[in-house]
């Protein structure tokens, strides 16, 4: 099975950047699905983007659409989240997941393993 930690997260204001790495250590990361996810105090958790196995497909919820952008290094094992013009609505806790599956998917429950999570918290 694949182990999966995320960084790159902090405190940022509003209108900043953040890269977020997801680094895969115990099997390839190219060969899954992998998934970002938040999670907001009280709310429950909510697919931000997602990645297909090469690369080529993508999807993101429609509130980060046009500021954030998911990519991949296979070749490192890494996973990354990039996100621009940051708003203090983005302020969670950002997971990454991956996915034995062959087909991109929003949904939690199709995510197989799940990283510790990265705060990230954007001031106003």
């Known amino acids: 099975q694949v182990q999966l930690v995320e960084s790159g997260g902090g405190l940022v204001q509003a209108g900043g950047s953040l890269r977020l790495s997801c680094a895969a250590s115990g099997r390839t990361v190219g060969s899954y699905v992998v998934g970002w996810f938040r999670q907001a105090p009280g709310k429950e958790r909510e697919f931000v983007a997602t990645?297909?196995?090469?690369?080529?497909?993508?999807d993101y919820t429609d509130s980060v659409k046009g500021r954030f952008t998911i990519s991949r290094d296979n070749a490192k094992n890494t996973v990354y989240l990039q996100m621009n013009s940051l708003k203090p609505e983005d302020t969670a806790v950002y997971y990454c997941?991956?996915?034995?599956?062959?087909?991109?998917?929003?949904?939690?429950?199709?995510?197989?393993?799940w990283g510790q999570g990265t705060q990230v918290t954007v001031s106003s």
């Open positions: 997941a991956a996915d034995r599956g062959i087909v991109i998917t929003r949904r939690v429950d199709e995510y197989d393993y």
């Open positions: 990645i297909s196995r090469s690369g080529i497909s993508t």
